[in-house]
C-alpha cells in the first residue's frame, strides 16, 4: 500500500512518520511511504497528485482530515488521524515515542488490508477467517444501519426536536474516540447532558441522579437512544455493529500489552462485555472480555451477542456503573 503522512509544514511529524513507518517494516517493506505538508512553505507540499498516489492518508492533526475533506473530498474516505499535536517539536524526544505505537498499529492495519484481497485472514487463535466472513459483516453493517436511520427517520427527527426545545443547545454530542488499529475518529451521539457538563461535577463520569442529565437525556440514556447517531459511523466504516466499545484518546493512551488487541477490530455499539452487564462489569474484565472477542470472532458470534443485547436492551440493565455511576479510568 501507498500510505502518505501529512502534517502541516512537513518538516518534523510526517517526515519522522515516513522513516519510522519504513524501519519498522525492514528491508523488504511492501508499503511505500511518503511525506507531505498542507503550508505553503512546505519542503514537499500536499497535492492531488500525491493523495491521489496514496491508499492511505496518515494526518497527524483533526485540522488536515477537514482540509482533505474540503479540498478533496473524493479522496476524504482514505483519510485516518493520527492525533499527533504540533507542540511536539522536531527534536523533542517523546515525538518517536508517541509515534512508534500508532505506526505499528497502521503497519498491521495496511498489512491486514494488503492482505484481505488475495487471501483470508489468519486470525489469532488459529482459526481461518475468510475474506467473505468479513464483507458479510460489513454488508450487515451498512444495511441494518441504513435501514434503522431511513425507517426510524421520523422518530429521530423527533428526539432531535426535544433535544432542541429543552435548553436550545445542540442536538449532537461529538467526541473524538479510537477506533480499528488505533486510528481516530469523530463520534456521534444525541447530546444527554448539559452543555460543558465535562467541565462541573462528576467531570467526565456520570451518574444516574447526576444533576447535569436533561430531562430528554435521561430518556434517552435508559433506552440507550443517545447512541443512535453513532449509526453514522457506522456507514462510514469507523465502527460496526458489534464490537469492543469505542474508546476516547486518553484511555488508548494508557492501554498497553495485550489489551491492545482490542484494537485489532472495530469498535461497536453492542460487544461481549456488554452482554455481560455493560457498565456494572468491572474495567480489567471488559478488557480481557474485549480481547477475547478478537481472539474468537465469528458471525455465530456477532448474531449471538446481538440477539443477546436484544433482549438486555429492554431490561436496562447496566447502563450506569455500580451504586449507580460510572466510573471509567482514564477520562
Given amino acids: 500500500m ?9 518538516i518534523a511529524r510526517s517526515p519522522l512518520a515516513a522513516t519510522l513507518f519504513q524501519k519498522l517494516q525492514g528491508p523488504g517493506g511492501r508499503h511505500e511511504a511518503r511525506a507531505a505538508g498542507t503550508a ?3 519542503p514537499r507540499r500536499l497535492t492531488t497528485r500525491e493523495i491521489a498516489w496514496a491508499d492511505l492518508v496518515a494526518v497527524m492533526e483533526r485540522a488536515h482530515q477537514e482540509l482533505i475533506r474540503t479540498y478533496w473530498p473524493r479522496h476524504a474516505g482514505k483519510v485516518v488521524v ?4 504540533e507542540r511536539l517539536s522536531p527534536h523533542d524526544p517523546r515525538l518517536p515515542e508517541v509515534l512508534e505505537p500508532k505506526l505499528s498499529a497502521l503497519l498491521e492495519r495496511c498489512d491486514r ?5 488475495l487471501a483470508p485472514v489468519k486470525e489469532a487463535g488459529g482459526a481461518v477467517a475468510p475474506t467473505l466472513a468479513r464483507l458479510i459483516k460489513r454488508l450487515f453493517d451498512v444495511t441494518v444501519s441504513g435501514a434503522i436511520l431511513v425507517l426510524g427517520a421520523p422518530f429521530f427527527t423527533l428526539i432531535g426536536l426535544a433535544i432542541k426545545l429543552e435548553d436550545g443547545g445542540p442536538i449532537f454530542f461529538v467526541q473524538d474516540r479510537v477506533g480499528e488499529g488505533g486510528v481516530g475518529f469523530r463520534c456521534y451521539k444525541f447530546r444527554s447532558m448539559v452543555e460543558g ?6 467531570g467526565g463520569h456520570v451518574a444516574e441522579n447526576d444533576d447535569r442529565l436533561t430531562r430528554v437525556g435521561r430518556f434517552l440514556r435508559s433506552w440507550t437512544l443517545d447512541e443512535i447517531p453513532q449509526l453514522f459511523n ?13 474508546w476516547i484518546p486518553s484511555q488508548a493512551e494508557r492501554c498497553s500489552g495485550r489489551a491492545r488487541r482490542r484494537f485489532e477490530a472495530k469498535p461497536g455499539l453492542a460487544g461481549w462485555a456488554w452482554i455481560h452487564g455493560r457498565n456494572l462489569v468491572p474495567w480489567e474484565d471488559r478488557l480481557r472480555m ?15 451477542i446481538l440477539a443477546k443485547a436484544f433482549v438486555l436492551l429492554f ?4 447502563v450506569y456503573g455500580p451504586g449507580g455511576i460510572t466510573q471509567d479510568p482514564h477520562v
Avoid at 82 to 85: G, H
Avoid at 197 to 202: F, P, S, T, V
Avoid at 240 to 246: C, H, K, N, Q, T
Fill in 315 to 318: 431490561q436496562r440493565r447496566g
Fill in 82 to 85: 493520527l492525533d499527533i499535536s
Fill in 290 to 304: 474485549d480481547v477475547w472477542y478478537v481472539d474468537n470472532w465469528s458471525l455465530r458470534l456477532d448474531a449471538y
Fill in 40 to 42: 505553503a512553505h512546505a
Fill in 2 to 10: 501507498n500510505v502518505l503522512f501529512v502534517c502541516t509544514e512537513n
Fill in 197 to 202: 457538563a465535562e467541565k462541573r461535577g462528576l
Fill in 234 to 246: 457506522i456507514l462510514r466504516g469507523e465502527m460496526s455493529i458489534v464490537g469492543p466499545r469505542a
Fill in 113 to 117: 488490508t494488503g492482505s484481505e484481497a
